[in-house]
């Protein structure tokens, strides 16, 4: 093909249109494939077709293929029978869920019934696996229950029995009750001290030593009585030493045989501990009622046969408040916990309060009504100040009330009677004011 670029030759009319013929007729000519091209794919499907016919007519031994086919293992086998009992058993769960249920319409297509069949094998296999669950938890609430009834195991209550039996062996070692074969060895060591003091060979130095190593049974004395060179004083300190080492030979003994039967010291000292606390309960209770005799507000009351309604019912409201408060008290006696005993000495707390407050309250309503009471004498020495003394004349109150007399009227009378009418007009003006 001639390349665009190159300037064409001057031809004549009559060749150029020969070379445009030329040109379409060789177009494309290049790009079209030729013998050659397709010599490589026949080979290779002649090839092809070769190997298949000689296959066909010489067609391998069985060993050749049982080498070309690769047996199964163990463990595939194995899967393989597992999925494909699960299969079945899902397949036989399904149609059993869904015998009853409507199916796909005859003409409906395989896709649809391979769809359809999908869905009832999924349902299925969610119910069995929830069957499966709901089986579990049955087993497991079933395990539950019957730990339940049996809590803890034995040898968790076995090892709790040896614990509290140690710990009880080591509450022994510290009874109070054993501590009297220790006062009797004390006892023994200080008659001794006091006996080796009477020798003049004995300074307040070597009964110190002594004292350091644990008394006179821990030490040898042969030595301090051939310095003492007493024969008294030897016998009298040999005899407490072995009254010494007698009394902790009885405490070991003693120790021992409680250790060896534990279970009868613990009975012991919870009947100890209960026999105490019934004692103080019942102490207390004694001392209660004692108490409770003092206070009249405690004791129930009876209303009076011809009560009226309201007083019949504040009898019954009183009756019913003291029979709730002897409930209480009643629990309280009963209970030693350490919440029993906060609201009883919080409640002691409040009841000093209100006593304060209830003190403040009278000594206010006390000034309270003595001021009332004078202020009432006042009122009443007011009142009789401003009454006439005409009540203890014999004239008579109802009596008309006169004009005044004129001056000229006046004139006419003595000083004496004109002294009087005015004081009769004042009086009766009082009156009058009075009324």
């Known amino acids: 093909m001639a390349d665009n670029n190159t ?32 010599a490589a794919a ?11 016919i000689e296959k066909k007519e010489n067609p391998p031994e069985p060993a050749a293929a049982a080498a070309v086919v690769k047996e199964p293992t163990a463990e595939e086998k194995a899967a393989a029978e597992a999925k494909a009992k699960i299969d079945a058993e899902l397949s ?49 609430n079933a395990e539950l229950t019957e730990r339940t009834k049996q809590p803890i195991p034995d040898s968790v209550t076995k090892e709790l029995e040896d614990h509290r039996n140690w710990r009880a062996k080591l509450d022994v070692d510290a009874d109070p009750k ?30 110190d030593e002594i004292k350091k190593y644990g008394g006179p049974d821990k030490v040898n004395l042969s030595k301090l009585f051939e310095a003492i060179k007493d024969p008294t004083i030897q016998r009298l300190v040999e005899s407490k030493v072995a009254d010494i080492e007698q009394a902790h030979y009885n405490k070991e003994q003693a120790i021992k045989a409680t250790k060896d039967n534990i279970s009868q010291y613990l009975e012991e000292r919870t009947k100890q501990t209960q026999a105490a606390m019934t004692q103080h309960n019942t102490a207390t ?46 629990a309280a006696l009963q209970d030693d916990s350490a919440e029993m005993r906060a609201i009883l000495l919080i409640g002691m707390a409040q009841l000093f309060n209100l006593q304060r407050e209830h003190k403040i309250s009278t000594d206010r309503l006390a000034t309270t009504e003595k001021e009332l009471k004078e202020t009432k ?59």
């Not at 011809?306 to 003291?322: L, P």
């Not at 109802?398 to 003595?414: D, G, M, N, W």
């Open 7 to 38: 300037p064409a030759p001057d031809l004549s009319q009559e060749d150029k249109n020969k070379q445009v013929a030329a040109d379409l007729a060789n177009q494309g000519a290049d790009h079209l494939p030729t013998p050659e091209d397709h």
């Open 42 to 52: 026949g080979d290779a499907l002649d090839a092809l077709a070769k190997g298949v």
């Open 92 to 140: 036989a769960a399904a149609e059993k869920i869904f015998k009853d249920s409507p199916g796909l319409p005859p003409n409906a297509s395989p896709k649809s019934a391979e769809s359809f069949a999908a869905i009832k094998t999924k349902a299925a296999q969610d119910i069995v696996q929830r069957d499966a669950e709901i089986e579990r938890l049955k087993k497991e």
């Open 178 to 207: 054993f501590k009297a074969f220790d006062k009797t060895v004390e006892e023994a060591r200080e008659f001794v001290y006091a006996q080796l003091k009477k020798s003049p060979v004995v300074t307040p130095a070597i009964l």
């Open 285 to 330: 209770k004694a001392r209660v009622q004692e108490l409770s005799t003092a206070l009249e507000w405690l004791k129930p009351k009876t209303a009076e046969a011809n009560a009226d309604d309201a007083a019949k019912k504040s009898v019954e409201e009183h009756n019913a408040f003291i029979a709730d408060t002897q409930n209480q008290l009643a």
């Open 377 to 435: 004498e006042k009122w009443e020495k007011v009142k009789n100040s401003s009454i006439s003394r005409l009540r203890e004349s014999g004239a008579t109150t109802t009596a008309a009330v006169q004009k005044p007399k004129s001056i000229a009227e006046q004139t006419t009378l003595s000083a004496g009677d004109a002294l009087d009418a005015i004081a009769k007009q004042v009086m009766e003006k009082k009156t009058a004011v009075a009324a």
